[in-house]
């Protein structure tokens, strides 16, 4: 990974942690335990203050950024999809920001709310508790049921399997040249379909 300190304040990686080689930090950024921090993502902490706690996921190619004295927080069990931006703003425990979101400065995402892909969250807008929201700019769209809550959750759980896998057997290799024989295929104690499948299940 690329870890740079700036005016003497350096990034914090918790052990359990596990931050792609490819990602960059720069600043005051905290990664707390138990987080997974993708490839290509930049934490750039030379404004505001960066804050992942436990449990949070930021994926690949997300950014994260503050104006000065802001503090741009992902609390416990937060889940951050690929390519979402986040600018000076909360995301509160368990909650979902969907793939190339973005969320301004001074929102506050709810507890346990999902906001859709390539939603845009704008300043100071509050997404309550439960919900889900959609759109340009966002707007409460319904409450969340318990299994849609369940799936989020089941989710981030495979990202903190994720973080130990990735710490334990990921290594830069040569690719091979060519398919082998019975080539084995990812295997996961819990699955986890995609949301509209869980729709689909339970309609």
Not at 23 to 48: E, K, M, N, S, T
């Amino acid at each position: 990974m690329k870890v740079y300190s700036i005016d003497g304040i350096t990034p914090v990686i918790d052990p359990t942690a596990f931050v792609h080689p490819s990602a960059v930090l720069i600043g005051d950024v905290i990664v707390g335990p138990r987080c997974y921090v993708g490839p290509a993502a930049c934490l750039r902490g030379d404004f505001g203050r960066l804050v992942l706690k436990e449990g949070a996921n930021i994926q690949d190619t997300c950014v994260m950024h503050g104006f000065p004295g802001t503090d741009t927080v992902v609390e416990e069990d937060g889940h951050i999809g690929h390519g979402a931006v986040l600018h000076g703003c909360v995301i509160k425990r368990n909650a979902l920001v969907g793939m190339n979101a973005v969320v301004m400065d001074g929102a506050v995402v709810g507890e346990s709310s999902i906001v859709a892909a390539m939603a845009f969250v704008k300043a100071k807008f509050e997404v309550p508790d439960r919900t889900l929201v959609a759109g340009s700019p966002a707007r409460v769209v319904r409450e969340l049921g318990e299994k849609e809550i369940a799936w989020k959750s089941a989710g981030t759980r495979q990202y903190q399997d994720l973080a130990v896998r990735s710490l334990n057997t990921m290594q830069e290799v040569e690719a091979l040249t060519e398919v082998e024989p019975d080539r084995k295929r990812l295997s996961f104690e819990e699955d986890v379909i995609p949301l509209y499948q869980v729709k689909e299940k339970s309609e």
